[in-house]
Structure formats: C-alpha cells, structure tokens
C-alpha cells in the first residue's frame, strides 16, 4: 500500500513536471507546477520530514505560486490569445539533458552510498526549532536580513518610471 | 520504496527536467519555473540524504534554507521580469540582448 503511494505521488511529480517543461501554454505550465510542489511535498512525507512538508506547502503553493502567477498576468494581456510561449533549440537541449541524465543516473547507481539506520522522529518542528537557535542562529538571522533585501529591491525595481 | 537511490533518481529526473526548461524556453517566467523544479530537485537530495544518512536535522535545515533562498529569488526575478516588460514590451529572455551589440 505505501510502495504504492509512494509511487503514485513520483508520477504525479515527474509527469507535472514534464508538463511545466513542455506545454505550450504558460498558464497550463503554472498550474502543473502546483500538482510537482505537491509532490514533492509528499516525498517529504514519505522521508520523514513533516515540517518541510508543510513549508513546502505554505511558501511554495501559497507564496511562490502565486508570485509566477502574478507574473503572468502583468505581464500578459489576459484578454489577448498571445499566452503561448515557444521554446528555442529543444532538440541540441534535449540531448544534452538527456547526456547529463545518463551520467547522473550511473554515478548515482554506482556509488556505495553510506547508509545508516535511524528511528523514525515523533516530529521534526521541535528538532528544527532547537538547532535554529543554537547551532544555526547566524544563518536563520541572516536569512531575515536577506529576505529583507530582496523585498526593498524587488520593490524598487518593480517601480515605474526608475 | 525505502531505497536512497529511488529518491535521487527522482531528484536527477526534476534536475534535467528544471534545467531543460532553462535552456530551451524563452518566457522569463517559464525560466523562472525551471529554476524552480531545480531547486525543488536539490531539497528532494538533502532530505533523503538526511533521512538515510543517519536522521541528522542538518540536511532539513538547509532545505529550509534552500526555500527561503528561492522566494527571496523569485520575489527580485519577477520584479527583473517586470522591468523587463516595461522596457522592451515582451519577456523573451532571448530579445533582451542590447548588452551584446
């Protein structure tokens, strides 16, 4: 039951994905790009990370989204057809992706990879929270000051008339 | 299912997947996607490594990182996006090319 789940939620990732990199529609592109943040949402489950689960949730579907789909919209004129995008040189891309995959897939099936057995956590948030104030403070703070940035800058860029 | 190598192949399909869409689209916003699943690709590899490796909440804590990252780069890529869109009337990365003249 669960190998089946687990499968499940890979296929609804990779074929959504294969849509966001193939439709000929940005809209369409946007929308599947919903059903891969999800499924990737459900590989965090499945590797035991809830609390990234959740995120994943939260920032990708509720802020980033939204931000492409914003995007699309002042960007476009809604009410003209001109919403389809071409892609350039897909055959040359192709057969490089298509190489980089190979190598990819044979050095990861090549490698003896360091396993180790652990228990399975009884949640993750508390862990996450006590390393963030502790080992991690620095970078959590400094994140903040760079959200920070990007949010002036993009507010100044986004501008008119600069 | 409870394989490491299952999960990286996984994360190697998005990665080529994210990267194709970086190099052959022409939309900004649909490079914008790309960069996106690549991002997604790399997380997928720190949380399975964290959880085969051994359960460390390092790997976690640079995917959280790693998504902090890329709603601070989307917010400044759409407002780019949008300038772009001011300027030149359309946002195919290959027509905004004034630099190379």
Same mark, same amino acid.
Request: charged share 10%; with cysteine.
């Given at each position: 039951?669960?190998?089946?789940?687990?499968?499940?939620?890979?296929?609804?990732?990779?074929?959504?994905?294969?849509?966001?990199?193939?439709?000929?529609?940005?809209?369409?592109?946007?929308?599947?790009?919903?059903?891969?943040?999800?499924?990737?949402?459900?590989?965090?489950?499945?590797?035991?990370?809830?609390?990234?689960?959740?995120?994943?949730?939260?920032?990708?579907?509720?802020?980033?989204?939204?931000?492409?789909?914003? !995007?699309?919209?002042?960007?476009?004129?809604?009410?003209?057809?001109?919403?389809?995008?071409?892609?350039?040189?897909?055959?040359? !891309?192709?057969?490089?992706?298509?190489?980089?995959?190979?190598?990819?897939?044979?050095?990861?099936?090549?490698?003896?990879?360091?396993?180790?057995?652990?228990?399975?956590?009884?949640?993750?948030? !508390?862990?996450?929270?006590?390393?963030?104030?502790?080992?991690?403070?620095?970078?959590?703070?400094?994140?903040?000051?760079?959200?920070?940035?990007?949010?002036?800058?993009?507010?100044?860029?986004?501008?008119? !008339?600069? | 299912?409870?394989?490491?190598?299952?999960?990286?192949?996984?994360?190697?399909?998005?990665?080529?997947?994210?990267?194709?869409?970086?190099?052959?689209?022409? %939309?900004?916003?649909?490079?914008?996607?790309?960069?996106?699943?690549?991002?997604?690709?790399?997380?997928? %590899?720190?949380?399975?490594?964290?959880?085969?490796?051994?359960?460390?909440?390092?790997?976690?804590?640079?995917?959280?990182?790693?998504?902090?990252?890329?709603?601070?780069?989307?917010?400044?890529?759409?407002?780019?996006?949008?300038?772009?869109?001011? %300027?030149?009337?359309?946002?195919?990365?290959?027509?905004?090319?004034?630099?190379?003249?």
């Amino acid at each position: 039951m669960a190998e089946a789940a687990f499968w499940l939620v890979v296929a609804v990732t990779l074929v959504s994905a294969f849509i966001v990199v193939t439709s000929r529609n940005l809209f369409y592109s946007a929308i599947s790009l919903l059903f891969t943040f999800f499924g990737v949402a459900g590989l965090y489950i499945f590797l035991w990370a809830d609390f990234l689960a959740g995120v994943q949730v939260l920032i990708y579907i509720g802020g980033i989204l939204i931000l492409i789909l914003f !995007g699309i919209m002042l960007t476009h004129k809604i009410t003209s057809v001109d919403i389809a995008h071409t892609s350039i040189q897909q055959g040359v !891309g192709g057969i490089v992706v298509l190489f980089l995959f190979a190598a990819l897939a044979w050095m990861i099936v090549r490698t003896p990879w360091l396993v180790a057995a652990a228990p399975e956590p009884q949640g993750t948030a !508390g862990e996450i929270g006590k390393l963030l104030m502790t080992d991690y403070l620095l970078p959590f703070e400094v994140a903040s000051v760079l959200l920070l940035g990007a949010l002036l800058g993009a507010a100044v860029l986004s501008r008119k !008339g600069n | 299912m409870e394989q490491l190598n299952s999960y990286l192949i996984v994360a190697a399909i998005l990665f080529c997947l994210g990267l194709f869409a970086v190099i052959t689209r022409r %939309n900004g916003v649909a490079v914008l996607m790309g960069i996106e699943l690549i991002l997604n690709s790399a997380n997928i %590899n720190f949380v399975a490594f964290a959880r085969f490796g051994g359960m460390n909440f390092s790997g976690h804590i640079f995917a959280l990182f790693v998504i902090i990252m890329a709603a601070a780069e989307a917010a400044v890529a759409l407002a780019i996006i949008i300038n772009l869109y001011q %300027n030149f009337k359309s946002i195919n990365v290959d027509e905004a090319q004034q630099l190379q003249r």
